[in-house]
């Protein structure tokens, strides 16, 4: 079973940078996708970004490019996601999430693709 930890949520103004982590329990992740989605209030939740652990490929949500990079640490078993030029558009909680093992179709991932969800951590972006 894989456990995931998020942290670095928090309020920031509108221009602002945040680094959100996910750390994973239970071994390597090399055999999974991790991922990164958003919940705003209202809205479907959606993918924001998503990284392939055995090769580093990434996907990014439109509404993002240029701004969110994702990245991984494989000692630490662990998934970043930085923010940059945040706008209050972003504002929502933002959760982790692990694929299915052996996860071999889009990087574009959908919920029904995750089998291990973080917590979710709160990112607010004030104008």
């Known amino acids: 079973q894989v456990h995931l930890v998020e942290s670095g949520g928090g309020l920031v103004q509108s221009g602002g940078s945040l680094r959100l982590s996910c750390a994973a329990s239970g071994g390597n992740l090399l055999w999974y996708t991790m991922g990164w989605f958003r919940q705003a209030p209202g809205k479907e939740r959606e993918l924001v970004a998503a990284?392939?652990?055995?090769?580093?490929?990434?996907s990014y949500a439109d509404s993002v490019k240029g701004r969110f990079t994702i990245s991984r640490d494989s000692a630490k078993n662990t998934v970043y996601l930085q923010m940059n030029s945040l706008k209050p558009e972003d504002t929502a909680i933002y959760y982790c999430?692990?694929?299915?093992?052996?996860?071999?179709?889009?990087?574009?991932?959908?919920?029904?693709?995750?089998?291990?969800w973080g917590q979710g951590t709160q990112v607010t972006v004030s104008s």
């Open positions: 999430a692990c694929t299915t093992w052996n996860y071999s179709g889009s990087l574009y991932l959908s919920g029904r693709d995750i089998r291990y």
């Open positions: 990284i392939k652990w055995s090769d580093g490929r990434t």
